[in-house]
């Protein structure tokens, strides 16, 4: 059953001001041959509504961790974890998955699409999982692919598409259950520059038009650039927060306050 019914008041909508996730006293432990592993110590963070915030960290930092706690796709072994009012530590799986499903969209790396299928049955597809008829899913499906330029594409198939394209038909399946949040996992990775640079002026836009809450992991200087707000992390701790004007990103290099940081 979900949280509660999902009415115009959202159960996920912010409690208080701005703030839309509040992660407090998060650590994520793992016992791996009698050897205790903290993925995550600690953490504690605010995303606010409609924010566009960037995490930074190293190959096991704990940045994937915090990413996956964020989007309810794990549970932390302490601490609380609320999406507006949902503490979603308290959920069971099957309200995790109405969450899931209901409030936030994925942008996976390798856009994760089913090869058989056209792209705007791909994109139908989280919509038919809320219970929509197909009629229903393929129009809103359709609706998402052409505000994304792609209405030209819709019986394409994914091997038909470009990378971008594909990157685009993956960003449309997150926005089909017009989410509350979006989680895009290094989107950029695979796409050359320009491309790579359509796509971040695409999140950045749902951002600022739509009052998307945009929450990415990412090496991208240029993604960094677009960022309201970068959260470094660093043995599973968040290092610093910034924001965006206090940065000076440059080819390579990122420098910060306290020091620069190469890519």
Same mark, same amino acid.
């Given at each position: 059953m979900p949280p509660s019914s999902r009415n115009n008041d959202r159960d996920a909508e912010p409690s208080s001001d701005r703030s839309l996730v509040e992660?407090?006293?998060? +650590?994520?432990?793992?016992?791996?041959?009698?050897?205790?592993?903290?993925?995550?110590?600690?953490?504690?963070?605010?995303?606010?509504?409609?924010?566009?915030? +960037?995490?930074?960290g190293p190959s096991g930092s704990g940045k994937s961790t915090l990413f996956?706690?964020?989007?309810a796709l794990d549970r932390p072994s302490k601490g609380q974890v609320r999406i507006g009012t949902l503490d979603l530590t308290n959920l069971t799986s099957r309200q995790l998955a109405y969450v899931r499903s209901n409030y936030i969209g994925y942008v996976f790396q390798a856009y994760n699409l089913i090869p058989s299928l056209s792209a705007l049955r791909n994109v139908a597809l989280p919509r038919l999982f809320t219970g929509a008829s197909q009629e229903q899913a393929d129009a809103a499906a359709a609706?998402?692919?052409?505000?994304?330029?792609?209405?030209?594409?819709?019986?394409?198939?994914?091997?038909?598409?470009s990378g971008g394209q594909q990157q685009r038909v993956a960003i449309a399946r997150a926005l089909v259950n017009d989410p509350t949040i979006i989680l895009a996992d290094e989107p950029t990775a695979n796409l050359d520059l320009k491309t790579g640079a359509e796509v971040i002026e695409i999140l950045k836009g749902l951002s600022v038009d739509q009052g998307v809450t945009i929450i990415t992991a990412t090496h991208d200087h240029k993604m960094l650039a677009n960022s309201d707000r970068v959260v470094w992390i660093s043995d599973g701790r968040i290092a610093k927060v910034q924001n965006r004007e206090e940065l000076h990103i440059e080819e390579g290099k990122i420098s910060v306050a306290g020091g620069d940081i190469v890519a």
């Open positions: 992660i407090a006293n998060v +650590s994520k432990i793992y016992v791996l041959k009698r050897e205790t592993v903290y993925a995550l110590r600690d953490v504690q963070l605010q995303v606010f509504r409609g924010e566009y915030l +960037s995490i930074m996956n706690i964020i989007g609706d998402r692919l052409k505000q994304l330029g792609l209405g030209h594409r819709l019986e394409h198939r994914p091997g038909e598409l």
